[in-house]
Nanobody
């Protein structure tokens, strides 16, 4: 299983970014997908998740600003991030699981300048 995302992204405060993650080696339409992030000195936190039926959930700090979506035809999950704040800067990780097995992308460094 491979989850491929871009290595880094940069944006100014108040701007927007879209992070894609392509999945290989899984039955994508049957796989729940998530985005996590980890800022320096902080624990990794779940940012957004999308189920196999496309229901979504978000951490409170990004509700109304971030949107997770999936394209089952392209085996891709995206995280649209609007109205970015400096505190959104972190390494963002794409994630999926099957039973007790879990897979992670390598991480996308997101930098938000003030």
């Amino acid at each position: 299983v491979q989850l491929q995302a871009s290595g880094e992204a940069w944006c100014r405060r108040g701007g927007f970014l879209k992070l894609p993650c392509a999945a290989f080696g899984i039955i994508f339409r049957l796989s729940p997908m998530s985005w996590y992030r980890q800022a320096p000195g902080k624990e990794r936190e779940l940012v957004a998740t999308i189920s196999t039926t496309a229901s979504t959930d978000y951490v409170d700090s990004v509700k109304g600003r971030f949107t997770i979506s999936r394209d089952n035809a392209k085996n891709t999950v995206c995280l649209q991030m609007d109205s970015l704040k400096v505190e959104d800067a972190a390494v963002y990780y794409c994630n999926t699981f099957l039973g007790r097995r879990e897979w992670w992308g390598k991480g996308t460094q997101v930098t938000v300048s003030s």
